[in-house]
Nanobody, 116 residues
Framework: QVQLVESGGGLVHTGGSLRLSCAAS????????MGWYRQAPGKQRDLVAS???????IVADTVKGRFTISRDNAKNTVYLQMNSLKPEDTAVYYC??????????WGQGTQVTVSS
């Protein structure tokens, strides 16, 4: 059973930085595409960034140049470095591990709040 545990969320002022971590257990996550999604109140869950096993990254236009995704397969951990945070970045951030439609897993989420 794959388990994902996020950490690193919190309250930060506009322009500040946070680093989210997602630790995976129950499997070696090397073959998985790892992603960070976010969901603000009343809105859909959207992709923020993803990274493949070959470290190919996709980053949403809304965070490009400010957020960086990385992974450490030896630690079964994926990171999201968030810089120059804005109030519109406020959301619950979810970690995702996906290898197929049937092998798709979510963390419990971590709250990020950016005050103006």
């Amino acid at each position: 059973q794959v388990q994902l545990v996020e950490s690193g969320g919190g309250l930060v002022h506009t322009g500040g930085s946070l680093r989210l971590s997602c630790a995976a257990s129950g499997t070696f996550f090397g073959p998985y595409v790892m992603g960070w999604y976010r969901q603000a109140p009343g809105k859909q869950r959207d992709l923020v960034a993803s990274i493949s096993s070959g470290r190919y990254t996709i980053v949403a236009d809304t965070v490009k140049g400010r957020f960086t995704i990385s992974r450490d397969n030896a630690k079964n951990t994926v990171y999201l470095q968030m810089n120059s945070l804005k109030p519109e970045d406020t959301a619950v951030y979810y970690c995702n591990a996906r290898r197929s439609n049937e092998d798709n897993h979510w963390g419990q989420g971590t709250q990020v709040t950016v005050s103006s």
